[in-house]
């Protein structure tokens, strides 16, 4: 009988956010890894996601992909974890859910791969510049615990997954915000079993071959 969640992943991948975001629900899930030289391309998962991508999972029969769409979903899904605020309260938790995966990640990787946007033209792009994008991060970790207010939503599994990766691989500049809001959620139960679960299957794959 096939599993009513089955998550497509590769551990070198954003793939972690995802993994991260099904620990929080508590749901029973079962995971597909994927080879980004093979299966990734191969014609059984292009029919799950055409992008030849991953993270991507399908749930009761429903095909999700894209981080973002992922977190704000199984939230929905599973609304016993207590994932999203409530509807009339979701302002905050749309904004910087989506600005973390438009504007930010926009900024990041085209900084990244050393495009510059001109300050003439900075009004083209969804970010801005990439200052501006950092800025505005700040602020929104800044006002409270967390982005959506007092209480853990999907939309720091996202942000934080962001600002966590940011820290590491300097792509965000170390500023004290950034790591304490980061120091309150690597701490999470969910985080730290997602990250032994990726981190077993690193291994696994980088491990040389017996014999």
């Known amino acids: 009988m096939a599993s009513e969640l089955i998550f497509y992943t590769n551990p070198l991948s954003r793939g972690q956010i995802v993994r991260w975001m099904i620990e929080e629900t508590g749901a029973p899930y079962e995971t597909v890894v994927l080879d980004y030289a093979s299966t990734m391309k ?4 292009l029919a799950i996601n055409p992008m030849g991508k991953v993270p991507a999972i399908v749930h009761k029969g429903q095909v999700v992909t894209e981080c973002a769409g992922i977190c704000a ?17 979701r302002a905050a938790y749309y904004r910087w859910l989506f600005f973390a995966a438009g504007p930010v990640e926009q900024a990041i990787i085209n900084r990244s791969m050393g495009f510059e946007t ?4 900075s009004r083209m792009a969804g970010y801005g510049s990439y200052e501006l994008a950092v800025d505005v991060l700040e602020q929104a970790v800044s006002v ?18 962001q600002i ?3 820290l590491q691989f300097g792509t965000l500049p170390r500023r004290a915000a950034f790591e304490a809001y980061f120091a309150r959620l690597e701490t999470r139960p969910a985080y730290v079993r997602g990250k032994a679960i990726d ?4 291994a ?4 040389p071959p017996a014999g």
């Open 42 to 45: 191969g014609p059984e998962y």
């Open 73 to 89: 979903y199984l939230a929905d899904a599973y609304p016993q974890a207590g994932l999203a605020p409530p509807l009339a309260e």
């Open 118 to 121: 001109p300050p003439e033209k």
């Open 144 to 161: 409270s615990d967390y982005v959506a207010g007092d209480h853990f939503t999907a939309a720091d599994v996202y942000v934080g997954s």
């Open 164 to 166: 966590g990766w940011g």
């Open 199 to 202: 981190n077993a299957l690193i």
């Open 204 to 207: 696994q794959m980088e491990a």
